[in-house]
């Protein structure tokens, strides 16, 4: 018999074997209930090879997908089994180059045995042994609608007391009482606010493709977007349940345990940021803390992360003056009491320290802009040290109302206040425009690396423009107003107008950014047309000397 015949032969067996493996695990698949996938794969597979069967030019077979078809066949079991796939030194990978083999048949049928054999016994084993973990974890989705129902649920509980404890008091106390619980958790209520949307903030410019890393100067292992939400879900838990358990404490008689709630969250939040410890982020804590001290003392050059977190701060400066009021209180045991009823007392709303920590960011960004033009000579780092210093005689003349005779303020001293917050709401609306933003590349920060359905609706929209600009105008002007002595005691306006000013702020980031980011691009490309341009003169230089 010819070595072609006999070829022929010891395949046709072999196929043969096969179909008949084949035809049992069909039957041990329809026993376990297994749909059958990956035994119409297997099948296929056989029946390719019937008809690929060749020879090279020495007579020697070529297998062309037959240890494919042992590698299916070995599939099955661990597919019913829930096993791993166990791969024989005889099979290759798929798309690998076709193997030369001089193994006859009975070779080949051993060989397809022991891997069937082999796999039986790996799944054997692997089903004795427990579950990994990792198959029996939750879903993200469920574990997602499960937090957000356990916050509903906080939510109504804290709600359904707080709502329950204020109905508790008399209608003569219930205002004053609501105004200093407002007054104590309002300024972390905001700052919560602002770490949410900065969230967003780093989320859109992380999907636009902007390394903000680089921009800001920060570590590889800075804090993302979901772990900046991570910060504020905590804040918006912790701040209102403090507050709930403050109303609840005081309607029920327990004053000096409703006293001590907001001195152990401010304490709590003091202690967490100056924690010496490796815990609770503390790179982030560590160059959060160095830029304010930074911004406090500008001794060095001005960064990019120095002067924009002291814009930041500029919005904040009612937190500030409000956590300046809260801490008075805390020193002076004041918490619960009536004692800072008497508007001049040392922590009264008529009190000196409100308008001095009022104008403290704007003072430190005062500050460094003028440390900026000693160390660059830049003459607009000077006009803008103007911009903040406009916000200076809005903030003192605001506070002469509590100081001088009511004539006095109406005829002289408020159409002065009037004219210096117009000047500093144009003159602060005019700079956003030409310096802190680049119009000629407007909303390229919504324009994300891929398809989203945010950047389909702000990136290149005529409508983006004027929102921002329109917006940006008007409450820049009502930040202004917010510092009107009248409006001091109707809380819930003023928590309004500054909740405003920090969307405002928000909207403000996304372009302050985009522009900072379109300047470091072009520099970057000047200085490599710079570094090209001499290697063209020197291969020019080259050529000349090569020619002469």
């Not at 906080?154 to 407002?182: H, N, P, Q, T």
């Not at 910060?231 to 309607?251: D, E, F, G, H, N």
């Not at 500029?314 to 004692?339: G, N, P, Y």
């Not at 917006?471 to 002007?477: A, D, G, I, K």
């Amino acid at each position: 018999m010819s070595r072609g015949a006999s070829h022929l032969k010891n395949t046709s067996q072999l196929n043969k074997f096969l179909y008949y493996k084949l035809f049992c695990l069909f039957l041990l698949s329809k026993f376990f209930g297994i749909s059958g996938f990956g035994l119409s794969q297997a099948a296929n597979e056989v029946i390719r090879c019937w008809f690929s069967v060749t020879y090279d030019k020495r007579g020697r077979q070529v297998l062309c997908k037959l240890e494919e078809v042992k590698l299916h066949l070995c599939l099955l079991f661990p597919s019913m089994l829930g096993g791993r796939q166990v791969l024989s030194p005889h099979l290759r990978k798929s798309g690998s180059r076709h193997v030369v083999s001089d193994l006859d048949a009975s070779e080949m049928e051993n060989g397809v045995e022991e891997v069937l054999l082999h796999s039986l016994e790996v799944n054997s084993l692997r089903a004795a042994t427990p579950m990994n973990a990792a198959v029996i974890m939750p879903s993200p989705v469920l574990i997602w609608r499960f937090k957000l129902l356990m916050f509903l649920i906080w939510g109504f509980i804290c709600c359904k007391f707080g709502w329950d404890s204020v109905m508790r008091m008399s209608a003569d106390k219930r205002d004053l009482f609501l105004y200093e619980a407002f007054l104590y958790y309002n300024p972390l209520l905001l700052v919560a606010l602002m770490v949410w949307l900065w969230g967003i903030n780093l989320w859109f410019i992380a999907q636009a493709g902007v390394n903000y890393a680089k921009i800001f100067d920060l570590e590889q292992n800075h804090l993302t977007h979901k772990e900046i939400w991570r910060c504020a879900t905590w804040m918006t838990i912790i701040v209102p349940t403090s507050m709930t358990a403050y109303l609840y404490l005081y309607s029920h008689g327990e004053v000096s345990y409703a006293a001590s709630q907001p001195v152990i969250l401010y304490a709590a939040v003091g202690m967490i940021l100056i924690f010496p410890f490796d815990i609770f982020y503390f790179s982030s804590r560590y160059y959060f803390l160095r830029t304010l001290w930074r911004i406090v003392f500008p001794l060095q050059a001005i960064s990019f992360s120095d002067f924009f977190v002291a814009d930041i701060l500029t919005s904040m400066a009612k937190v500030f003056s409000d956590l300046e009021r809260s801490v008075c209180r805390m020193v002076h045991r004041q918490v619960a009491t009536i004692a800072w009823l008497e508007a001049d007392s040392v922590c009264g709303s008529h009190s000196v320290a409100i308008p001095l920590v009022l104008v403290l960011p704007y003072l430190f960004r005062l500050f460094q802009c003028l440390r900026q033009y000693k160390d660059t000579g830049e003459k607009t780092t000077l006009l803008n040290a103007l911009k903040y210093s406009t916000a200076v005689p809005v903030i003192f003349l605001s506070a002469l109302k509590y100081h001088v005779f009511p004539d006095r303020w109406t005829n002289f001293y408020r159409p002065l206040w009037l004219l210096s917050s117009v000047v500093n709401s144009l003159y602060s609306f005019y700079w956003d425009l030409s310096r802190d933003w680049d119009l000629s590349g407007f909303t390229r920060i919504f324009k994300f690396t891929k398809p989203h359905i945010c950047s389909h609706l702000l990136h290149g929209r005529l409508w983006v423009y004027f929102w921002v600009i329109g917006s940006n105008l008007v409450l820049r002007c009502t930040w202004t107003y917010k510092l009107s002595a009248h409006l001091r005691h109707n809380y819930l306006t003023v928590f309004a107008i500054a909740a405003l000013e920090i969307f405002r702020r928000f909207q403000w980031i996304f372009f302050r950014i985009e522009n900072e980011w379109n300047k470091m691009n072009s520099k970057s490309h000047v200085q490599l047309s710079a570094i090209e341009i001499p290697n063209e003169e020197e291969k020019l230089l080259d050529s000349s000397n090569r020619n002469v």
